[in-house]
Each structure stands twice: as C-alpha cells, then as structure tokens.
C-alpha cells in the first residue's frame, strides 16, 4: 500500500502538467484573415537571400550608429516581407534610439 500513493501522485501532477484538449471550433465561424504583420510570408529563395543580407546591412549600419542607412535596409526588407520580426524589432529600437536624442 506504501507504493499506491506515490503513483497517485505522479499521475495527479502528470495531468496536472499536459495540455488540456481545446474545444471544437465552431464550424459557423470563418476564419479571420490575417493582418498585414500577421500574414505568413512565402519569400523565393532568391527573396530570401535578400532580406538576409539587407538584415546584414542593417544591422552592420546600426552597429556603426548610421541610423539612416539601417533604416533604409530595414525599409526594403519590409517591403519584401512585412512580417520579418528581426527587422521590425530592430526598426523599434531604432525608433527609441531617435526618440531619446
């Protein structure tokens, strides 16, 4: 019996700790669309590769204080791919960065 309540322990806290099944959606419902930010991008490889290297480029200006230059890169980035989130969160700081001088 000393072994009963350790094992009603361990899977009181093992259904304690999983997911808890979500539900149904209801089928009258239609799906939101996304927002603009929101909105999964499907870049080329080619599409890809540039914002990589434009996310370079500004970080590379960013990280030599031309606040100008980062933010034209991040500008073409964002044109290409609203939803890049390294890019948005680096034009956020920059957006602080001017605002306290």
């Keep these: ?35 603009r930010r929101e909105a999964v991008a499907t870049l080329s490889p080619e599409q890809a590769k540039l914002v990589e290297q434009l996310y370079y480029k500004a970080v590379g ?6 606040l100008g230059a980062a933010s034209a890169h991040l500008k ?8 890049h989130k390294p890019a948005l969160e680096l034009r956020e700081t920059i957006r602080l960065a001017t605002k306290r001088n």
């Excluded at 200006?61 to 031309?66: I, K, P």
């Excluded at 073409?76 to 939803?83: C, G, Q, R, T, Y």
């Design 61 to 66: 200006a960013y990280s030599r204080n031309d």
């Design 1 to 35: 019996m000393g072994k009963v309540i350790p094992l009603v322990i361990l899977f009181a806290c093992a259904a304690a700790c999983l997911p808890r099944a979500k539900a149904p959606a209801s089928p009258a419902k239609a799906p939101a669309s996304p927002s």
């Design 76 to 83: 073409e980035i964002l044109a290409i791919n609203p939803a």
